[in-house]
């Protein structure tokens, strides 16, 4: 979409970080008429010290003024605590661990935005994502940044061809390190600021310490593959699949060591390797550890994903493809079967680690993003 003498309303989420500001200079550039819109999604604790809205905006403000592009500030809060943040918190008490990025894509940044951009007159929205949209045989498709470092294809994937049609990612052709080069010349203040790593609403705190606030704690037995019980856990919902750190039994040095168990009787057991969470029993309230990276229990050849999305608006025709459990793991291969329009099965070449139950499974092609779904069980 090329901008002409009328030029066309592009609406671009300032977030207050370096992409969105460089993809609005972008627009501006090509001679769009380009508008900033800063979305607040979270106030339960705007006076907490990890919450950084207030100073992100203060930064998207000033991104606005260096532009000369009009800024409007708009909260989303409620929307996000209905539609992302209650459903994060039903996953976590299921035992499972879901990814409120992937969420908040669909139903914030590409629904309730959208939205508001269209009441605004916007023809276009566009965000600093690292990702690219193709329009080919009539059909939008998503492509993976060329970034491969920066690709954020993964956290798009249930984003419909309705809203692919309206999206623009100025970004997603460049490399971060020319994005950043690009602020710098502009003359932004945000050139050099850090990128955010934290859960779009949580920011940086303490993770257990915030889910405390929501989630009750329920303490269980930490068992071994042996049965042999190590300790106890505050609660399954606080643990992940393939977690190293913070289950709390770094004092134990091998699966013989809680009981007393004989020299003999452990030998073998790799007794200097790390624990890791491997399995949650929520029948018995049980959070399963074992020992070593590569302990089969963290290995799956095989998963099955519910509540599929598919970007054609149908999934695939079964078969080899690719895909990625985790955010920035490499393409997998692996091979398609059983897609319907709400689940699908995946047979994989090579041994998968720690595939989560509540984490996304996106499947591509190649560059191309097919959708995905969500991780119900994998063995």
Not at 5 to 27: E, F, K, P, Q, T
Not at 43 to 50: T, V
Not at 153 to 165: G, I, N
């Amino acid at each position: 979409m090329k901008a002409n003498g009328n030029s066309a309303r592009v609406v671009v989420g300032l977030s207050g970080g370096v992409d969105s500001a460089v993809s609005a200079w972008l627009l501006k550039e090509q001679g769009f008429e380009v508008v900033g819109l800063f979305m607040k999604n979270w106030e339960d604790d705007d006076d907490d010290e990890h919450c950084t809205s207030r100073q992100d905006f203060l930064d998207a403000a000033s991104v606005a003024d260096v532009l000369g592009i009009e800024i409007e500030h708009v909260n989303f809060a409620a929307e996000y605590k209905d539609r992302v943040f209650a459903e994060f918190l039903r996953e976590y008490d299921a035992g499972r661990t879901p990814n409120p990025d992937v969420l908040c894509n669909a139903e914030i940044k590409f629904k309730a935005f959208l939205d508001h951009a269209i009441r605004l007159g916007a023809e276009k929205i566009a965000t600093g994502h690292y990702a690219r949209v193709r329009q080919r045989d009539g059909e939008f498709e998503l492509l993976k940044g060329l970034d491969a470092s920066k690709d954020q294809s993964y956290f798009l994937h249930r984003l419909t061809q309705a809203q692919l049609a309206r999206t623009l990612f100025p970004v997603g052709e460049l490399p971060k390190t020319e994005v950043r080069r690009l602020a710098a010349q502009i003359g932004l203040a945000n050139a050099a600021k850090k990128d955010s790593t934290g859960i779009c609403f949580i920011g940086e705190r303490p993770f257990r310490e915030f889910l405390n606030r929501y989630l009750a704690n329920k303490p269980g037995p930490i068992k071994d593959d042996r049965g042999r019980t190590l300790g106890e856990h505050v609660g399954l919902s606080f643990y992940t699949l393939g977690q190293r750190k913070g289950i709390g039994i770094g004092g134990v040095k091998d699966r013989g060591a809680a009981r007393g168990t004989s020299g003999s009787a452990a030998r073998g057991a790799g007794h200097h390797a790390p624990w890791f969470a491997a399995r949650k029993e929520m029948a018995t309230n049980t959070l399963r550890v074992v020992q070593g990276h590569d302990h089969p229990w963290l290995q799956s050849m095989q998963l099955e994903a519910d509540d599929a999305s598919w970007i054609a608006g149908q999934p695939p025709t079964a078969g080899a493809l690719a895909a990625k459990t985790r955010y920035r793991q490499a393409d997998a291969p692996c091979q398609l079967s059983h897609a319907g329009s709400a689940e699908f099965t995946l047979q994989f070449s090579l041994p998968q680690w720690a595939a989560t139950p509540g984490q996304s499974a996106v499947l591509y092609d190649g560059e191309v993003c097919l959708g995905g779904g969500v991780i119900a069980a994998a063995s």
